[in-house]
């Protein structure tokens, strides 16, 4: 018998079910899809028409890949998504004569406003989670400085203007995979900068017995 025609099992349509919701959360479904998958989901009875079901679909990652990374930014967890249904559009992140900071487990709004004026501002998505794949970080850097660290397997494409300052890219250029997720850098930087590094996650330190 052809693997295609073999009879689907509970786990099969569970897997299934599983990748639907994901797909939900990473904006490549709308909700009148998802219910449309779910009802075909549950007619299918062969794991060939269980296939068809995801055919247009990117495969779920393998947690082994040294990307993976870069995936656990989007919404691929419970907890991932409870943060994702919290999102309000967007964020204004600012620094006057100061600093600010982003960094642990924390949402990124689709639309992120940083604004600096001789200040500092450092934003770290290791372990973010996006609120969809694509997200805006605009940007207003003044007298001051805006460092952005992302885990490897991130695109940035940067759009950004720079008077007498500027912005810098530092292992993200090759990142051209459409399924990775994606940082849009828009704005302008006036005698500052904008620096933007690829960094692996941290490693937790165990606790001393």
């Known amino acids: 018998m052809e693997p295609e025609h073999i009879r689907a099992s509970d786990?099969?349509?569970?897997?299934?079910?599983?990748r639907l919701?994901?797909?939900?959360?990473?904006?490549r479904l709308t909700q009148n899809e998802h219910e449309e998958r779910i009802d075909a989901l549950y007619r299918a009875k062969t794991v060939g028409e269980l296939a068809e079901i995801t055919h247009?679909?990117?495969?779920q990652r393998?947690?082994?890949?040294?990307?993976?990374?870069?995936?656990?930014?989007?919404?691929s967890t419970e907890e991932a998504r409870r943060m994702a249904a919290q999102s309000v559009g967007?964020?204004?992140?600012?620094?006057?004569?100061?600093?600010?900071?982003?960094?642990g487990r924390w949402l990124v709004e689709p639309r992120t406003n940083v604004s600096v004026l001789c200040g500092g501002v450092e934003l770290d998505l290791r372990e973010a989670?996006?609120?969809?794949?694509?997200v805006t970080i605009q940007c207003a850097v003044v007298?001051?400085?805006?460092?952005?660290?992302?885990p490897h397997g991130v695109r940035v494409v940067n759009n950004t203007a720079g008077i007498l300052g500027g912005t810098s890219l530092h292992g993200t250029d090759a990142v051209t995979d459409p399924n990775h997720p994606v940082i849009r850098?828009?704005?302008?930087?006036?005698?500052?900068?904008?620096e933007v590094k690829a960094k692996r996650p941290k490693r937790k330190r165990k606790k001393d017995r």
């Open 62 to 75: 393998d947690p082994d890949d040294p990307d993976a990374a870069a995936a656990g930014m989007s919404v």
């Open 129 to 134: 989670v996006l609120s969809q794949r694509e």
């Open 90 to 103: 967007r964020e204004n992140i600012v620094a006057v004569f100061g600093g600010a900071e982003r960094k």
């Open 11 to 18: 786990a099969d349509r569970d897997r299934v079910s599983q």
């Open 56 to 59: 247009d679909l990117p495969a």
């Open 21 to 27: 919701r994901e797909a939900v959360a990473e904006g």
């Open 185 to 194: 850098l828009t704005g302008t930087c006036m005698l500052g900068g904008v």
């Open 143 to 150: 007298l001051g400085g805006l460092e952005i660290i992302v």
